[in-house]
């Protein structure tokens, strides 16, 4: 079987499913930030100074942990952009 087959027979699992959305979109929040850093020329411990943190704080961060929206914000800040939340 293959790992998408699988995935897809575990997500008629609802607890299953949600965690897995859940994670997904923790994810997209770690590469996005990631990219916008890369983008921006920043290692993380400049990232995390511009935005008083910790550059554990980042890594934690693009390692896909969860981070408050006024983390997220501040840090967005720092690299001189907004921060933009969609309902899709």
């Not at 997209?28 to 704080?57: C, D, I, P, S």
């Amino acid at each position: 079987m293959k790992i998408n087959e699988l995935i897809h027979e575990m997500k008629k699992d609802t607890e299953f499913a949600e965690l897995y959305q859940a994670e997904g979109e923790k994810l997209q929040t770690a590469v996005a930030l990631y990219h916008a850093r890369e983008q921006a020329g920043l290692t993380q411990q400049e990232l995390a100074e511009r935005a008083n943190t910790t550059q554990a704080t980042i890594a934690r961060i693009e390692r896909g942990d969860n981070v408050s929206f006024e983390k997220l914000a501040s840090i967005a800040h720092a690299m001189g952009k907004e921060m933009k939340v969609e309902f899709i």
